[in-house]
């Protein structure tokens, strides 16, 4: 990774369609709580458009260990323990690197 660049994690849900509001509002207060880390320039919650039950994270970490720091904030896990039961399939996520704006744009 190059020496300024952010870890930015697209994180994709599939989630059962009679958990559909739970995994919202669980999700949108695990990304409120996330925006609080001084590690997280960004913690964006989507949903798809055609498709209610997919979801997409789009977390920006200003480092690599912010992100494995997330991990162990108790919101976090809060989140994951909530939200695994209402998942359709496993979670997964996909790494980038920011091109631009740089870091300082975010």
Same mark, same amino acid.
């Not at 494995?68 to 909530?82: I, M």
């Given at each position: /990774?190059? +020496?300024?660049? /952010?870890?930015?994690?697209?994180?994709?849900? %599939?989630?059962? #369609?009679?958990? $559909?509001?739970? !995994?919202?509002a669980? +999700?949108?207060?695990? @990304?409120? %709580?996330?925006?609080?880390? *001084?590690g997280?320039?960004? !913690?964006?919650?989507?949903?798809?458009?055609?498709? *209610? +039950?997919? !979801? $997409?994270?789009?977390?920006?970490?200003? &480092?690599?260990?912010?992100?494995? @720091? %997330?991990?162990? &904030?108790? %919101?976090?896990?809060?989140?994951?323990? @909530?939200?695994? #039961? /209402? /998942?359709?399939? #496993?979670?997964?996520?996909?790494?980038?690197?920011?091109? !631009? *704006?740089? *870091?300082?744009?975010?």
């Amino acid at each position: /990774m190059e +020496t300024n660049a /952010m870890l930015i994690v697209h994180v994709h849900v %599939h989630v059962l #369609p009679e958990y $559909v509001s739970q !995994f919202k509002a669980a +999700t949108c207060e695990n @990304a409120r %709580h996330s925006l609080a880390e *001084p590690g997280i320039a960004r !913690f964006d919650v989507v949903q798809q458009q055609d498709e *209610p +039950t997919r !979801f $997409v994270l789009v977390e920006a970490y200003r &480092t690599a260990e912010a992100a494995d @720091a %997330h991990k162990e &904030t108790a %919101h976090y896990q809060a989140w994951r323990d @909530a939200v695994g #039961p /209402m /998942m359709a399939e #496993p979670r997964s996520s996909v790494r980038y690197v920011n091109i !631009f *704006p740089g *870091p300082e744009g975010w």
